[in-house]
Structures are given as C-alpha cells and as structure tokens.
T-cell receptor
C-alpha cells in the first residue's frame, strides 16, 4: 500500500473548519483513501473514504486532488469532541471470488486539538 | 446493535501466564481483525479472518501468539506464555465484505498489562 504523510499535530478553534492534509504521492490507480479517527482510549472510528471524486457524509468531507497525490479531510464545524488522532490510509481494493480483500495500515496520524 | 464486544476490558497478569482475549464481531459481519496498539509501534494489524478462515497472519509477532475463529460470532487471541513486552491495548474489528466498502468497526479494546 502507498505511504501517507500527515502533519503530527494541528490546532483548531471550536466552531471553525478543521482541514487535515494528507500526502500520498505514490498512490496507485486502484488505491482508495480512507480516514479514521481515534478518540482517546477508544477504538478507531471510520470517517469517510474515496477513490477519485470528492465525498461528503454527515461527519466530514473528503477532497482529493485531481492527480490523487494528496487529499484533505474537512470537519466543517469542529467541536471539542472532535479532538482525536486522525489517520489517513490508502489501501488497495481487490476482489476475488466475489469477496473484497485487503487490509488497513495505520501510520502515526495527526493529533487534532480543538480548543474553545 | 451492540457493536463489537471485547472481553475482558482490562487484564493484568504475571509474566509466563497464559492470556486469552475474546471478541464477538457485529452480527452479519464476515471479516474480523485483531490489532495491537502501543506508544512505540502505534496500531499494528496482527491477523485477519474472512469467513472464519485466517487470510493474513503476517503481523503475528511470534509463536507465543495464536488466534482462532471457531464460528462467525466468536474469536480469541491467545498469548502463551505472556511477556512484559506484550503489554498493549488489543483491538478487535469487524466488517462486512458485501458492498465493496472497507469500513471496519472497532471494539473498545482490551488493555493488557504483563508484570
């Protein structure tokens, strides 16, 4: 799987948008970009994923550059509860016999601190 | 839905003892993953199962570690004998392989301390 690079930490004011960058310059055409987060003492939580197009769900938006070498996770209105470690992961998706396989490799992530 | 259930939540044991961690995946999910998290090494995948069959165990550190999935609703991770360096938080996660998404649902983890 392609390697990702994220800043080790970021700060954001409550109520403002948090924009978390991720560099994945060696990404291949069939690799997806996934974002997970881990709030202190909890298991990681899925946020969003995408291949080429920008994606949005109830938690966040994912903006992928046209060359797919980088992406940005956007939390539109950050709250104190969004303080967590955010992981950007790229993974190969492949199917065999009607079943999808692959695994996620977590890096060090970005520690996002939302302050009042 | 109760989510992924892990037990125990905390385990303290002495070096040399056998430790068994348990996981109940979300009903209907057919893939199960065991991870280990430490400050030094971060979150590492140990093994994953698909339809109760181990698909990739390349992350299992050594022969002291073993994992089983006797049926779709239960898995164990066993360490025998345990060592202080095994101290970590162990997470179990599950997913459904239908639909093409790779959204994994993680349990709350088991914090293992080996003295």
């Amino acid at each position: 799987d392609a390697k990702t690079t994220q800043p080790p930490s970021m700060d954001c004011a409550e109520g403002r948008a948090a924009n978390l960058p991720c560099n994945h310059s060696t990404i291949s055409g069939n690799e997806y970009v996934y974002w997970y987060r881990q709030i202190h003492s909890q298991g990681p939580q899925y946020i969003i994923h995408g291949l080429k197009n920008n994606e949005t769900n109830e938690m966040a938006s994912l903006i992928i550059t046209e060359d797919r070498k980088s992406s940005t996770l956007i939390l539109p209105h950050a709250t104190l509860r969004d303080t967590a470690v955010y992981y950007c992961i790229v993974r190969v998706g492949y199917r065999a016999g009607g079943t999808s396989y692959g695994k996620l490799t977590f890096g060090q992530g970005t520690i996002l601190t939302v302050h009042p | 839905d109760a989510g992924v259930i892990q037990s125990p939540r905390h385990e303290v044991t002495e070096m040399g003892q056998e430790v068994t961690l348990r996981c109940k995946p979300i009903s209907g999910h057919n893939s199960l993953f065991w991870y280990r998290q430490t400050m030094m090494r971060g979150l590492e995948l140990l093994i994953y199962f698909n339809n109760n069959v181990p698909i990739d165990d390349s992350g299992m550190p050594e022969d002291r570690f073993s994992a089983k999935m006797p049926n779709a609703s239960f898995s164990t991770l066993k360490i025998q004998p345990s060592e202080p360096r095994d101290s970590a938080v162990y997470f179990c996660a599950s997913r459904s392989t239908s639909g093409g998404s790779y959204e994994q649902y993680f349990g709350p983890g088991t914090r293992l301390t080996v003295t």
